[in-house]
């Protein structure tokens, strides 16, 4: 298994450009979540997914956007990036009663 | 509402010497707490949750609920225990973890 993937690894954007981070999955887990890591912050979640065609709104889901089209995919898009989006971004999955597993994370650098 | 707090940005202690990171949580239900390591520049790992009671790495952790804590433990800490290490609060039903801000630890030789 590959567990949880992420692309890209490191992203630099310009004010108001759009782009979308991948996530994928491969061990049929219903749960996935997106989650950003500001330093001092920890980690806050963006949006989150409890089955294909569910998603709701996290703590921080302004200027995100995603969709749950298949249970191996949550793609988290970025409609109009700001430097305030400048972030380390962690996708992660899980089935009830397990941990969740976090992909390697995407770098976004926002100019 | 659910929180995580580590009140603890940095902690800085001698190899050998003992750690403790502390966590404290709010949640209205029966908590299910973790602890998440993460090295340098990797992704976020388990080290524990309170249900298993196991010890990782030589690391413990006890949940408390008088005082609705969840300090991680380590009687003689080693060098390669250098890492951010987060407390996390799994809110159940939607799966999702609520995350204190991290506590970066350092381990001097």
């Known amino acids: 298994n590959a567990g949880v993937t992420q692309t890209p690894k490191f992203q630099v954007l310009k004010t108001g450009q759009s782009m979308t981070l991948q996530c994928a999955q491969d061990?049929?887990?219903?749960?996935m979540s997106w989650y950003r890591q500001d330093p001092g912050m920890g980690l806050r979640l963006i949006h989150y997914s409890v089955g294909a065609g569910i998603t709701d709104q996290g703590e921080v889901p302004n200027g995100y956007n995603v969709s749950r089209s298949t249970t191996e995919d949550f793609p988290l898009r970025l409609l109009s990036a700001a430097p305030s989006q400048t972030s380390v971004y962690f996708c992660a999955s899980t089935q009830k009663g397990e941990t969740q597993y976090f992909g390697p994370g995407t770098r976004l650098l926002v100019l | 509402a659910q929180r995580v707090t580590q009140p603890e940005k940095l902690l800085s202690v001698f190899k050998g010497a003992p750690v403790e990171l502390k966590c404290n949580y709010s949640?209205?239900?029966?908590?299910?707490l973790f602890w998440y390591v993460q090295y340098s520049r990797q992704r976020l790992q388990l080290l524990l949750r309170?249900?298993s009671r196991e010890s990782i790495k030589g690391f413990t952790a006890d949940l408390n609920k008088g005082e609705t804590s969840f300090h991680l433990k380590k009687p003689f800490a080693q060098e390669e225990d250098s890492a951010m290490y987060y407390c996390a609060l799994n809110v159940k039903g939607a799966q999702k973890l609520v995350f204190g801000q991290g506590t970066r630890l350092t381990i001097n030789p």
């Open positions: 061990m049929n887990h219903e749960y």
């Open positions: 949640y209205s239900g029966s908590p299910e």
């Open positions: 309170h249900i």
